[in-house]
Structure formats: structure tokens, C-alpha cells
């Protein structure tokens, strides 16, 4: 194994420890707010982690050049999106709640 | 007994999934479950579809080297089945059209009964 | 140009769909012409088939001239080529009828439901000429969207039954496509032809089994067969008049087609009779439907809504012929499907003409129907004449196919049922001439000699004429019978049998 | 195909199923549906169906998901409990019981799963594979077996959505003016997206690189996995997109009514109307291969090929338009002017 499929290894755990953080904060938070929050962030980092890992993993597998270009050209377009339509998705769940009047957590709510 | 399940359980799923579908089309009272189970019974057909035109260690069917390809011969093994694919993609077309005309109905009955329970929109008709 | 009528009769009411939707968005009053000028190229293009099929011999037609299990092929013989002739003139005639009815109840929406009309002729003939089962398929989504649509157009209470039909229709059409999925599964074509060929060694296969068995529930899901006829009744019953008149004679006629292409062309006889024999618990399925149709019409105050289950007793006729598993049976369903498809047009043209007039079928609101609608009320007669089983009428000739199979397979009880459906047919019949004939205008006593005081209110000629080539058809389907039966029928009998 | 992950994945899709028919939330079931669209698609793709997985991803999981969260919007969000008739559940749950024992008798039956020389896959399927390059110059054997071999079938499978969309047209469309009588008291409480700034910048930002991926779905189909219908509907959900990031009205300034309707009509007619034209030259209706008499330096395998491009670019005319129209029909309750 070459140092890149090390470094695609390393951007694999990295991006799975955040979407296991991901995923206790969507169960664990209080209140829709903050579970959104947990939701909309590590969604996205964890993502960006994994397609990184995707893009070393190709380069180091590359066969033709062009081919691997096109793919890592691809991934990168893949995180663009990721990238603005997580966080704006997120954005718009939140902003929809707070029209609706979902309320906030408080410490002294939290009996 | 146990080895014959987990060699056809691919097939075991596909008709518990499409037996969910069934049952919520013929059970469910509500108009847009009965819709959803509709979709799940289509799907569950595809998947039907596309778990018998799977091949083991087998790639995409879309053949390399495009260009002067008719010169390779090509092993047609190596590539997944492209016919079950195509079924399945006018099946799924075919099912959000139908999809799309069911949900319709479903909110004109909605908008004259102000309701999508099947029991409480009989009796309101049947006044 | 004569080797492309096969797909001509398609092509032509698909394009002018188009050109419907293109023009009538600005133009609707011409979506009416184009809808009856590609129907009438249909019409012309099938007659053509027709007479092929009569001198050379069964059509075979490659679509993208792709050979046969790789592309998509027509294949039109005996059995369908006559079915095509009767559903694009059928359809014909009814667009023609349509005109006036279509605009008085939906004025603002011609050029969606001339669209949709031509698009459900469409994909009845397709399912009709096509030897590719999934071809069929995605035909027969056409048909049953195009009619989701047309019975819909009609607010109110049409709604929820549409619903239902959806719902119905698409368990039906799941179930052929799994069907078609436990037979490809094991063959690995879709071909007809070629799926019969492969058959043949794969009887003992349980797959094999089970997708028959799904085809054909499927199929009476589609037709409202007995235990699933509960959508048909109020969606027919509710649509718009035109949409009645097309769909109720060739709808539930084609699915029993398919359901005897699959059993002959398919399957062989052998495999259905012999193999499976389990036709008798069929056959008496057949006769409860046609005892359960029979007395629901009988039940029935709403003259529109008794057609509607007269057509699920007929459906039993053509089911129990066809599973009677003798030439006898499978005759006198094949001209059922012809003579049937005639008669229901010619009855539900005729209750489209009161309901133009009248503005609702209730039995008790017809008195004097017949000094009012003298023409209507001759049309509808005659069907139902026909469908009593008078010579020389159609009705006559296939119920006696159909009883003289039964006689012959010894299915007692689905002779009963039959003569138990004609008995039930003449009840009907009588209670409307009493009603419609003897029932007094008004409040003093009925007179021979007022008639002169009643003023005759009939439907417009737009939709009369056509009613009445429908009624003559009837008479002459029967007397031409036993040329259809020589020269039609036959040839597909001895190759089956 | 890892078989561990297949196991997982149909597991989940099983339960995501029954989830999505517990919900007693309607807007929850919907959306729980779309993830069960986006499992199956996923054991699809893990299946070598590529594009019948890009298809459901962008069918299932996306347009469909929005065409129920339209309805819901339209109309009442919550199932209100009601008592029940047993007996009637029970009876139905005996059908579905005997139907898929019944079903399951013959899985047996089937030939092992995954292999290469089954009926399935050796019979027809193994003629497009080996002879798609020769007869038509097409690598991706799905876009050459869907817009060649049986291209009547997709000829159809167009109309189909054509059919819908016009049906629902007719059926849900209602004039200006007339019934604004039943008015929506179930309705969701209004929430107006357009006000928010972040949200239509991102939509703008989005939206034309949407588009012009969907215009590489359509045309590179030969080359890559994709084709008509799956870049007609991405362009059809870029459009949505856009109309729910601004509002309706934003959208029919760009493309109306009238034009949504025309261009769906357009898209079949670009394919028949190819079968036609082969049609007039003297062959079989659809086979492409005599177009190289009026295509510019072309032989008869090449004229398929870029018939079949052309071809493409009708269905996704009429997908694009159909999905477009679909939604707006059920957003706007039908009438066109204001709604999700």
C-alpha cells in the first residue's frame, strides 16, 4: 500500500468518527435546534472527509490519466454541492421552524 | 433449511417488500398511504427484477473502448444483464406517472370530503 | 404502404394525440376532427390487416427491424386481427358520438380529452397486436392512465371511485408484471413466440406456475372479474358519458383477450387443461359472477349503473367460455369478445343519448321515454334484444356457442347461470319497456291516441347515427356468423385445440 | 456485490417499509419513504443497475418524495385515529399471507442467484452485450437496448408520462376565478422560503450547475451511465428547486402553463416523429439504420447511434416537462398562480 491509500485510510476514519458524532447528536440533543445543528455539520464534514478519501484512492489507483482527472474533477464537484446544499437545507428546516414557533431548549427546562 | 434461505434470501425480501406494499394498498384506510404502499409494491417488483439479471463478478454493462470496440469480443459474463435494467427503467416511469395521477385524486377527494380516511369519505358519499 | 399498417393503426392516433395537445391548446374546437380523422386512418389500416390476415395468413411485423426475440414484434393473426377491426371502428364511431356529449359536460377541457381518447385507443390496440409481454405491459399502463384520466374528468363522486380503479389497476398490472417476471426469470425472453417455444420442456417448473397463475389474476383484476368487480360498477358508472361509451365495451374486452392469448398462444391448451385442471373451479367462478352481475343490474334503480353490472355478467360469459376448455367454449368466447364489445357500446351509446336529454338514468323518471326518444330507445332495443339472446341478433349466436360448450363439458350449472343471466337480461328489458312505454306522462291515464301531445325530444343526429350503425352492426355481426366463425374463428380453434 | 452489505441494506429496506406505513404523520411517512427509495437504490447500484439506481435516486427518492410533500402540503398533515374494523384487516392480512406464500413456493425454482448462465442472462440479454458495439456504436448496452432495440417501448414508456401529465392537468386544473371557494383551512401554516436570502442564493448557485449536469446526463448516455429520463427529470427537479426557493410565480415567468404543456407534447413528437421519418424512407417504423441516407456522413450503424441521441433529447423534453407540471398541478392545487 502506497502512502496515499494510507492518508485515504486516515480521511476514512476521520470521516466515519464524525458521522458516528453525527448520529449520537441527532439522537442525543435536546431540542430540534440543536439536533439540526448536529445534523447539518457533520453531515457535511464527515462527507467532505470521505469523498477526500475517494479522490486518494483513485489517484493512487489511476490507470489513465485523463480518467483520474475527470474523477477527482467529479468528487470535487460532488463536495461543491455537498458543500451548499447541506448547510442551506439545514438552514431551511431551522428558519421553518422558527416561523412555526418551535421553541428553544433552556438549562431550567431540562426538569 | 437455513442454507436454502440465505441462498435465495434476495428473493425471500423482495416478496416480503412487495407483500407490505400489497397489504398496505388493500388495508390502509388512508388515501396517501395506500399511494405510498403503491410505490412500495412497484419497487419491490424492481427490485425483483434486477436481483435476477445480477451476476456475480460482474461490472457495468457499458463495454470499453469505445470507439473501435466491434473489434474486442466481448464476454457478455463479465457485464451485468443490461434487459432486466431496461425493463425496470420503464417500470419505475411507469409507476411515478401512476404515482403522480393517484396523488392527484387522492387531493381533489381530499379537497371535497376534507378527509383521506376511505371509511369517513363512503359515509360522507353515501348521504 | 400496405406492409406498414400494422403499426400505422398505432402511430396514427399517438401523433394526432400530439397534434391535439398542440393545436387545441390554441384551437380546441379542432381537437375533435383530428381525434376522428386518426381514428378513421386507424380504422382503414386495420380492415387492411384484416383482410391480409384472411388471404396470406397470420402478420408478422419487426419494429426497428430487429429480429424477433431481440426486438419487438407485431404478430397478428386470426384472433386479433378481427379484435383490431372492432376496436378502431368501435372507437371511431364513439368519437364521432362523443362530439356533442363532451361538449355539454366538460366545455372547457376538449383538447385534454381528446388527447387522452385517442391515447387510450392507442394503447388498446397495442395490447392487441403486440407479441412482446412487456410491451404489453407498458400498453396496457397506457390504457388504464389514459381511463384513470377520462373517468376523473367527471367531478364529484368520480373522484373516489377513480381512486379505487387506480388502485385496482395497478395491483392488477403489478401482478402481470410479476407474472411476466416468474416467466422470464426461467426463459429469459419476453417474446411470446419464443416464450412458447421455451415452455414447452419447463410444464413441471413451479415458477412457471406461479407466473401464470399471477398473469391471469392480474388480468381479472383488470377485467373485474368476480371476487375484485367491486371498482367497476361506480367508476363506470360516474365518468363522463363518452368516456362510458369507450371504455366499457373495450376495456374489460381486451384484458379477457389478453387472458386468452396468455392461455393459447402462450401456454398451450394442453398445459392449461390437462396439466393444470383446475378450469372447473374457473368455470364456476364464472358462473357465480354471472349470477352476482345479474342480480346487482336487477337490484339497480339507475338504468346506467345496471348496464354497469350487466357488463360484469358478461365478463363471467366470456371468462367461463374460455376456461369451458373445449373448441365450443373458446368459440363462443372469442365472438363474445366481438359480439359483446358491439352490444355494450350500442347500449351505453344508448344511455348516453337519455342522459344528454334527461340529464340523469333514474328508472322512475323514464316514463314516456319511448314516445320522447323514439330513435334512442329503437338503438337500445336492439341491444337489448341482443343481449337477451334474440336472433337474429349477435347475442343469440355467441350464448349459444357458449351453452352448447358448457353442455359439452358438462358444466350444468354454468348453462343455468347463462339462461339464469338471459332470464335476468329480458326482466330488465320488460321493466323499462313497462316503464318507459306504458308509464304515463303525467297523471291521467295512458292513451294510444295522444301520442300526438308528446314532443319528440331526441338526442342530436351526431350521436343517434352512430348509435344506430352500432345497432345495425349487432344485427348484422349475427347474421354474418357463421363466416366469422368459418373464416375467423376457426383457423384459431383448430390451432389450438 | 459484497453480500454482507446486501443483507444489511435489505434489512433496512424492509424496515424503513414498515416504517413509512406506521407514521401516523403523513409528512414523516413521505419523507421515510424517500429514504426507502434511496436504500433500494442504492442495493441496485450495488447490483450493477446503475442506471436504474441513478433513475430511482432521481424518480424515487427526489420527484416522487416532492409530489407527496406538494399533496400533504395542500391538504392535512395528520391521521386523525379512528376506530377500526378488524375483521376487514384480518381478511385482507389472510390474502396477502397466502399470496406471498404462494409467491414464495417458487423461489426454489428460480436458478441461483447471481449466476451468469442463467435464462435471464444468457439468453437475450447476451445477444445485446455481444453485438451492441457491431449493430449500433453504442458502449452503454442499457442506452442502446432502451433507445434501439426496444426503443418502441420507450417510445411508449414517453407517453406514459405524457399521458399523466396531461391527465392530471385535466383532472386537477381549475380556472382563475371561479371556486377559490374551498379554501385550505388544513393547509400547513405558510412559510415563505423566498424571504430568505441564504436560501435563494444557494438555489442560484445550485441551479444552473444542475442544469448542465443534466444536459451531460443526456448526451453523454452513450458513453456513461444516463439518458433521457434521467436527465429530464434532474432538469425537471432543478425547476422545482427553483420554484421552492423562490415561489411559483417566479417559475411561470421563466416557463408557463402553456409552454410546460407544449414542450411535453414536442418531446414525443421528436420521437415519433424520428420513427416516422424512418418510416418515409422506406424501412420499418423506428429502424434508425436508413437515416444515413439524410444524416451527413454517417453509415447505417452510426445514423443509430445518433438517432438515438436525438431520441433522448425527446423523452427528456417530455420528462423535464412532465415532472415540472406534475409538481406545480399539485403545489398549486391547480390553479397556477401561488402555492409550495
Redesign the interface.
Same mark, same amino acid.
Given at each position: 500500500m502506497s502512502i496515499l491509500d494510507w492518508i485515504a485510510v486516515l480521511f476514512l476514519f476521520a470521516g466515519s468518527f464524525f458521522f458516528l458524532g453525527t448520529a449520537i447528536g441527532l439522537l442525543r440533543f435536546p431540542d430540534f435546534y440543536t439536533r439540526t445543528h448536529a445534523a447539518g455539520k457533520g453531515d457535511t464534514l464527515s462527507s467532505f472527509l470521505i469523498l477526500a478519501a475517494c479522490m486518494c484512492y483513485a489517484i493512487s489507483h489511476s490507470h489513465d490519466g485523463l480518467g483520474t482527472v475527470l474523477l477527482v474533477l467529479k468528487l470535487l464537484f460532488i463536495a461543491n454541492f455537498i458543500g451548499i446544499g447541506s448547510p442551506t437545507a439545514t438552514h431551511a428546516i431551522m428558519d421553518a421552524g422558527y416561523e412555526t414557533g418551535v421553541t428553544h431548549w433552556h438549562k431550567d427546562k431540562a426538569k | 433449511m437455513l442454507q436454502e434461505l440465505i441462498a435465495s434470501y434476495n428473493y425471500i425480501i423482495v416478496v416480503v417488500i412487495m407483500m407490505i406494499g400489497l397489504w398496505a394498498m388493500l388495508a390502509k384506510q388512508n388515501l396517501i398511504k395506500k399511494c405510498i404502499g403503491m410505490a412500495i409494491f412497484q419497487t419491490g417488483i424492481i427490485l425483483f427484477y434486477i436481483s435476477m439479471g445480477a451476476k456475480k463478478g460482474s461490472t457495468l454493462p457499458i463495454l470499453e473502448h469505445a470507439h473501435d470496440g466491434a473489434h474486442h469480443a466481448v464476454v457478455a459474463a463479465h457485464y451485468a444483464n443490461p434487459l432486466t435494467q431496461i425493463l425496470m427503467l420503464t417500470a419505475i416511469v411507469v409507476g411515478v406517472a401512476t404515482l403522480g395521477v393517484a396523488l392527484t385524486l387522492a387531493q381533489k377527494v381530499y379537497q371535497q370530503n376534507r378527509s383521506y380516511h376511505e371509511d369517513k369519505i363512503l359515509e360522507k358519499l353515501s348521504k | 404502404m400496405s406492409t406498414q399498417a400494422p403499426v400505422l393503426m398505432i402511430i396514427a392516433p399517438l401523433i394526432a394525440s400530439i397534434f391535439i395537445t398542440l393545436i387545441g391548446w390554441f384551437r380546441p374546437k379542432f381537437s375533435h376532427p383530428i381525434a376522428v380523422i386518426s381514428l378513421l386512418i386507424s380504422s382503414i389500416a386495420s380492415i387492411q390487416v384484416f383482410q391480409m390476415v384472411l388471404s396470406n395468413g397470420p402478420q408478422q411485423y419487426f419494429l426497428g427491424n430487429w429480429p424477433a426475440p431481440f426486438g419487438i414484434e407485431y404478430v397478428i393473426d386470426h384472433l386479433n386481427s378481427l379484435l383490431l377491426v372492432t376496436i378502431s371502428v368501435v372507437a371511431t364511431l364513439v368519437a364521432l358520438y362523443a362530439k356533442r356529449s363532451v361538449e355539454k359536460e366538460l366545455p372547457d377541457k376538449l383538447a385534454n380529452y381528446y388527447t387522452l381518447f385517442v391515447l387510450l385507443v392507442t394503447g388498446l390496440l397495442g395490447i392487441s397486436i403486440t407479441g412482446d409481454a412487456f410491451n404489453l405491459y407498458v400498453l396496457l399502463e397506457i390504457a388504464a392512465l389514459t381511463s384513470y384520466a377520462l373517468i376523473a374528468f367527471a367531478k364529484g363522486r368520480s373522484l373516489m371511485a377513480t381512486f379505487n380503479y387506480v388502485m385496482m389497476g395497478s395491483i392488477g398490472a403489478c401482478f402481470y408484471l410479476l407474472g411476466v417476471g416468474y416467466l422470464f426469470i426461467k426463459t429469459g425472453t419476453l417474446n411470446m413466440t419464443n416464450l412458447s417455444q421455451i415452455l414447452v420442456s419447463l410444464h413441471m417448473s413451479q415458477a412457471v406456475l406461479v407466473g401464470f397463475v399471477l398473469i391471469i389474476l392480474g388480468m381479472w383484476v383488470k377485467m373485474a372479474f368476480f371476487p375484485v368487480h367491486g371498482w367497476l360498477s361506480n367508476a363506470y358508472t360516474y365518468a363522463p358519458t363518452a368516456s362510458t361509451c369507450l371504455i366499457a365495451p373495450l376495456m374489460t374486452k381486451v384484458s379477457v383477450y389478453v387472458m386468452i392469448r396468455v392461455m393459447t398462444s402462450v401456454f398451450s391448451t394442453e398445459y392449461v387443461f390437462n396439466h393444470l385442471s383446475w378450469h372447473l373451479v374457473v368455470v364456476a367462478m364464472a358462473s357465480v359472477a354471472i349470477l352476482v352481475g345479474s342480480m346487482m343490474a336487477l337490484s339497480q334503480r339507475d338504468l346506467k349503473k345496471c348496464m354497469t353490472y350487466l357488463v360484469v355478467a358478461e365478463i363471467g360469459y366470456m371468462v367461463g367460455g374460455a376456461w369451458l376448455g373445449n373448441p365450443a367454449g373458446m368459440t363462443g368466447a372469442t365472438y363474445h369478445i366481438i359480439a359483446d364489445a358491439a352490444m355494450t357500446a350500442c347500449l351505453f351509446m344508448a344511455v348516453g343519448c337519455i342522459i344528454y336529454k334527461h340529464g340523469h338514468t333514474s328508472l322512475d323518471t323514464m316514463k314516456g321515454i319511448f314516445r320522447k326518444m323514439p330513435l334512442t330507445m329503437l338503438g337500445f332495443v336492439v341491444g337489448m334484444l341482443s343481449m337477451i339472446g334474440v336472433p337474429p341478433t349477435c347475442g343469440f349466436f355467441s350464448k349459444w356457442y357458449l351453452i352448447s360448450g358448457a353442455i359439452e363439458a358438462g358444466q350444468w350449472h354454468f348453462m343455468l347461470a347463462l339462461l339464469f343471466s338471459s332470464l335476468v337480461n329480458a326482466i330488465i328489458f320488460f321493466r323499462i319497456i313497462e316503464i318507459g312505454f306504458f308509464g304515463s306522462l303525467g297523471s291521467e291515464t295512458p292513451d294510444p291516441h295522444e301520442h300526438q301531445d308528446v314532443a319528440v325530444k331526441e338526442a342530436p343526429l351526431s350521436m343517434v347515427l352512430p348509435m344506430l350503425v352500432v345497432a345495425g352492426a349487432l344485427i348484422g355481426i349475427g347474421i354474418y356468423t357463421s363466416d366469422i366463425i368459418s373464416l375467423v374463428i376457426q383457423p384459431l380453434i383448430s390451432a389450438t385445440f | 456485490?459484497i453480500w454482507q452489505f446486501?443483507?444489511i441494506l435489505?434489512?433496512l $429496506?424492509?424496515i424503513f417499509?414498515?416504517i413509512?406505513?406506521r407514521v401516523k404523520d403523513?409528512m414523516g411517512?413521505?419523507i421515510v419513504?424517500g429514504a #426507502?427509495?434511496f436504500l433500494?437504490c442504492l442495493?441496485?447500484a450495488g447490483?450493477?443497475? %446503475?442506471?436504474?439506481a441513478f433513475?430511482?435516486a432521481a424518480?424515487?427518492a427526489g420527484?416522487?418524495t416532492v409530489?407527496?410533500i406538494a399533496?400533504?402540503y395542500?391538504?392535512?398533515r395528520m391521521?386523525?385515529p *379512528?376506530p377500526?374494523?378488524m375483521s376487514?384487516?384480518l381478511l385482507?392480512?389472510l390474502? /396477502? $399471507?397466502i399470496?406471498?406464500a404462494?409467491?414464495?413456493?417458487?423461489?426454489?425454482?428460480?436458478?441461483?442467484?447471481?449466476?451468469?448462465?442463467?435464462? /435471464?442472462?444468457?439468453?437475450? +440479454?447476451? #445477444?445485446?452485450?455481444?453485438h451492441?458495439?457491431?449493430d449500433t +456504436?453504442v458502449?452503454?448496452?442499457?442506452t442502446s437496448?432502451?433507445a434501439?432495440? *426496444?426503443?418502441?417501448?420507450?417510445m411508449?414508456?414517453t +407517453?406514459?408520462?405524457? $399521458? +399523466?401529465l396531461?391527465?392530471?392537468?385535466?383532472?386537477?386544473r381549475r *380556472?382563475r376565478k371561479q371556486d377559490d371557494s374551498?379554501s385550505d383551512t388544513?393547509a400547513l401554516?405558510p412559510?415563505d422560503?423566498s424571504e430568505?436570502l441564504?436560501?435563494r442564493q444557494?438555489?442560484r448557485?445550485?441551479v444552473p450547475?444542475m442544469q448542465i449536469?443534466a444536459l451531460y446526463v443526456v448526451a453523454h448516455g452513450h458513453?456513461?451511465?444516463g439518458g433521457g429520463?434521467q436527465g429530464g427529470v434532474i432538469l425537471g427537479a432543478s425547476l422545482i428547486l427553483y420554484s421552492m426557493s423562490y415561489n411559483l410565480p417566479t417559475l411561470f415567468k421563466k416557463m408557463t402553463e402553456?409552454w410546460i404543456?407544449?414542450l411535453s407534447?414536442?418531446g %414525443?413528437?421528436i420521437f415519433?416523429?424520428v420513427?416516422?421519418i424512418c418510416?418515409m424512407l422506406g424501412?420499418?417504423?423506428?429502424? #434508425?439504420?436508413v437515416l444515413s441516407q439524410i444524416l451527413p456522413a454517417t453509415d447505417s450503424v452510426m445514423a443509430r447511434s445518433h438517432a438515438m441521441l436525438i431520441v433522448e433529447i425527446g423523452v427528456a423534453f417530455t420528462?423535464m416537462c412532465?415532472m415540472v407540471g406534475?409538481y406545480t398541478?399539485?403545489a398549486s392545487?391547480g390553479r397556477f398562480d401561488k402555492g409550495l
Open positions: - | - | - | 456485490m446486501d443483507l435489505l434489512t $429496506v424492509v417499509a414498515l413509512s406505513l403523513l411517512a413521505s419513504f #426507502y427509495s433500494m442495493i441496485w447490483m450493477g443497475a %446503475v442506471d436504474v433513475t430511482e424518480v424515487g420527484v416522487s409530489f407527496m399533496t400533504i395542500n391538504t392535512g391521521i386523525k *379512528r377500526q374494523d376487514f384487516k385482507m392480512m390474502v /396477502v $399471507v399470496t406471498g404462494f409467491l414464495l413456493t417458487a423461489v426454489n425454482d428460480f436458478p441461483e442467484w447471481g449466476d451468469p448462465y442463467s435464462p /435471464v442472462n444468457d439468453h437475450v +440479454a447476451a #445477444y445485446y452485450l455481444t451492441s458495439m457491431s +456504436a458502449p452503454n448496452v442499457v437496448v432502451l434501439d432495440y *426496444r426503443s418502441f417501448d420507450t411508449f414508456e +407517453a406514459v408520462v405524457f $399521458v +399523466a396531461i391527465g392530471i392537468y385535466g383532472i386537477i *380556472r374551498d388544513d401554516p412559510y422560503p430568505s441564504i436560501i444557494a438555489s448557485m445550485m450547475f449536469f458513453h456513461s451511465p429520463f402553456k404543456i407544449l407534447a414536442i %414525443v413528437l415519433s416523429g420513427g416516422v418510416m424501412s420499418n417504423f423506428l429502424d #434508425y439504420s420528462v412532465a406534475i398541478s399539485l392545487n
